[in-house]
């Protein structure tokens, strides 16, 4: 499973506090923890208006790089700024991301194209989020055709299906997982992944519907996720799943985990 730490996202009300402030320590705090919680990767998300947004992540991708040697994962909703922020970092990582949306993946994929960055891609398009599996696909060969001509290998790309609310679409998790099985089928060496939390939105204890959701979307192939790493619920069930689903030889990567403390008491 591939870790993106989720909490240096200034949409969270305290990080966008942090990042007016220019409080340095509070983001470094929070991506040393992520680092220590075994992230693969630091998602780092401004969310501040367009003008202030390049500014704005130079000075949180310093603050990151400062106390961790871990990849960026540059969330922006702008590819202009997510192609002024690659050179800010220390090495390559991941753009979070591109769809079909307007010039996105125009602007993305040649800049990526002859390097070692990673890129998420996002199964919608200038309608926003298709509602069923055939459309969200219809994107999918779309994205794929783009790959193929900017010479982006499968292996590159992190498919995010798109989660939706649970409470007001009962088929959100199996829309979602019948994405998964069919993109893992026709490529078994793309990354799929997504942020957990748009599930539950509406819902009370949202963590137990984020974590059912998680596991569920690991048996169909979802092997990325942008989660909180700090907390030992998530990190144990990743491990547990991993386990379950043939992904642990002798469970030892849990039984590691546990006796390396990131499972919690
Ligand atoms: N897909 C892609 N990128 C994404 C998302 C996605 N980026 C943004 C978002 N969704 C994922 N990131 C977050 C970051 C923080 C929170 C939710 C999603 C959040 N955090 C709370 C906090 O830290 O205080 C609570 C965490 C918790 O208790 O679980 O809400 O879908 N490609």
Known sequence: MIIIGEKINGS????????????????????????????????????????????????????????????????????????????????????????????????????????????????CGDSGIPKTVDERMEIFGQIMEKADEYGIDPSRLYIDPLVVTLSTDKDALLTFVECCRRIKRDYPDIHITSGLSNISYGLPKRKHINKAFLVLAMEAGMDSAILDPTDPDMLGIIYATNALLKKDDYCLNYIRAYRAGVLGK
């Open 12 to 123: 969270i009300p305290s990080v966008g506090k942090a990042i007016a402030n220019r409080d340095s320590d509070f983001i470094k705090e929070l991506a040393r923890i992520q680092a220590e919680a075994k992230s693969d990767y630091i998602d780092c998300c401004a969310s501040v208006q367009e003008e202030k947004e390049v500014e704005t992540l130079r000075w949180l991708i310093d603050c990151i790089q400062e106390v961790t040697d871990l990849p960026i994962c540059i969330d922006s909703p702008y590819p202009r700024v997510c192609v002024e922020a690659m050179e800010f970092c220390n090495k390559p990582g991941i753009i979070n991301s591109v769809s079909m949306e307007g010039d996105k993946i125009d602007v993305i994929f040649p800049k990526i194209a002859d390097t070692e960055w990673d890129c998420i891609a996002l199964l």
